[in-house]
């Protein structure tokens, strides 16, 4: 099992008031992504576990994009990764950062 951890400076903090999210769910070619509230409204830190190990690369650039345009300020996201592809991982990422915001996820 591989951890990986990003912290990044984001934009402003995310819109909304709840405490934590949690969307996906671990299976095979998924992810279920945690987001918590509690972290300085400058910073986003992303916290990785994923069975797919050597591709830290494609991981930090997936959260460098999303970073850059979901400017998650103040979350903490814990991912279980079971295989996902890029794309599924952004959508997650979105996904939680929106149902922490108060939106439907």
């Not at 934009?11 to 008031?17: D, E, L």
């Not at 996201?77 to 952004?90: E, H, K, T, Y």
Request: hydrophobic share 45%; with cysteine; aromatic share 4%.
């Amino acid at each position: 099992m591989e951890h990986l951890n990003y912290r990044q400076a984001a934009r402003q903090r995310a819109a909304g008031s709840k405490a934590l999210a949690i969307v996906g769910v671990v299976a095979s070619g998924n992810l279920e992504v945690l987001v918590e509230r509690v972290l300085p409204e400058g910073e986003c830190e992303i916290d990785i576990r994923t069975a797919a190990e050597g591709f830290g690369a494609v991981w930090q650039a997936v959260v460098a994009d999303f970073v850059e345009r979901r400017s998650p300020g103040g979350l903490k996201l814990s991912v279980n990764d079971g295989g996902a592809r890029p794309d599924m991982v952004a959508l997650r990422l979105a996904q939680a950062v929106r149902a922490i915001e108060g939106g439907r996820s």
